[in-house]
């Protein structure tokens, strides 16, 4: 099978989410919950009160809570920081796609916050594995050059009579 050449190597900014839905530490467990539901996301940055990044929390950390007899015993009155992970992982949007391939990999996450190269504590945007997996199946994506076209099948000739070629 011949080998396509790749492109240069697409950057996080290229494919990351800007503007991402975000939850304040402060913000009840419930809210959380919704903000999932509403968004049709699985994961969202935690900031605080300045706006700051402090972590980050998932649908998993919402489960965890839901499995473990005392956090669902206090429900209620939980929060985002009782449950968050911090710190957050991060990556900026100059980076090539295969860092935060390789960094998810490496941390077993799902996602990384994409932050401002001026200041590491500010959120601009999310990557996740499905940006990742998007990217991967549209090279072209992002680019304004078109996809390669798919090189040739290389087919075995069919034997329709099942005995092989007789030259008949």
């Known amino acids: 099978m ?17 503007e991402p ?4 530490v402060d913000t009840g467990l419930a809210e959380a919950a919704r903000l999932f539901e509403r ?9 605080d009160d300045r706006g700051s990044l402090v972590g980050v929390i998932s649908e998993s ?7 473990t007899d005392y956090l669902w ?21 100059d980076e090539p796609l295969t860092s935060a391939a390789r960094r998810m990999e490496r941390h077993h996450v799902s996602r990384l916050v994409v932050v401002a190269s001026d200041d ?6 999310v990557i996740a594995i499905s ?10 994506a992002g680019t304004g050059e078109p996809e390669p076209a798919p090189p040739p099948e290389e087919m075995p000739p069919m034997d329709v ?6 030259g008949d």
């Not at 839905?21 to 304040?24: L, S, T, Y």
């Not at 968004?39 to 900031?47: F, L, R």
């Open 73 to 93: 015993a206090s429900w209620p009155t939980l929060h985002v920081k009782n449950l968050m992970t911090t710190p957050a992982l991060t990556i900026g949007r």
């Open 39 to 47: 968004h049709a996301i699985s994961g969202m940055p935690v900031i």
């Open 61 to 67: 950390d919402l489960l965890r809570a839901r499995a």
């Open 120 to 125: 590491p504590t500010r959120p601009i945007g």
């Open 161 to 166: 009579d099942g005995v092989g070629d007789r």
């Open 21 to 24: 839905i975000m939850v304040r």
């Open 2 to 18: 011949p080998v396509v050449p790749l492109r240069a190597p697409r950057l996080v900014g290229d494919v990351m989410v800007t």
């Open 131 to 140: 940006d990742l997996l998007r990217a991967m199946a549209d090279p072209g």
